[in-house]
């Protein structure tokens, strides 16, 4: 028998309210986020996608609920191989990122710090959506307060990549070199 928050992923879509509804449920309840959790994480079911979809929702308006799975989190990112769920999974590590850089916010570990540094760089290098590419490169600026040589880098792959990309992409890229050469 299937779980109700099993029955209310499987039946969503990628359109904003059914991912609400979705996310909004599973806010409810521990039990309703941790199996949310666990179908994103799982990536070789078939659900992991949809599961994501409504994750980064739930992180974007209560990101301390998902502090416990951080470290599951930044295990699972580098494999993540469908575009539908990189999206919101590289989304989700840009909040992390935000939140880790304010007074009040969640606090990441270093060596978490280190696997997300890892990933985001690997996504940018790699032929992605690019929104994917956006968040890793905000995550990634962040980070880079932090740990110098992570705006060095970010420079070299952005100014490299600049004119494979669409006019979205060049924008936000522009945007950032802005920043980054201040």
Known sequence: MKSQM?????????HVASRKMVSN???KAENHLNEMIQLAFDIKHELHVKAFWSLDLVCEKKLKQFVPFIEGFCE????IKDDSALRP???IAYFLTKSNHRKNGISLTQEQEHNLIEALIDRLIQDE?????VYAMKALFILGKKYDWVHEELKTIISQDYSN????YQAAT????KKLNK
Request: charged share 20%; proline share 3%.
């Open 6 to 14: 099993y029955q209310k992923i499987e039946s969503s879509t990628c």
């Open 25 to 27: 449920f599973a806010m």
């Open 76 to 79: 699972i990112l580098p494999k």
């Open 89 to 91: 999974a590289t989304k």
């Open 129 to 133: 959506k690019v929104a994917s590419k």
């Open 165 to 168: 990309h669409s006019a979205a």
């Open 174 to 177: 522009r945007n950032l070199l």
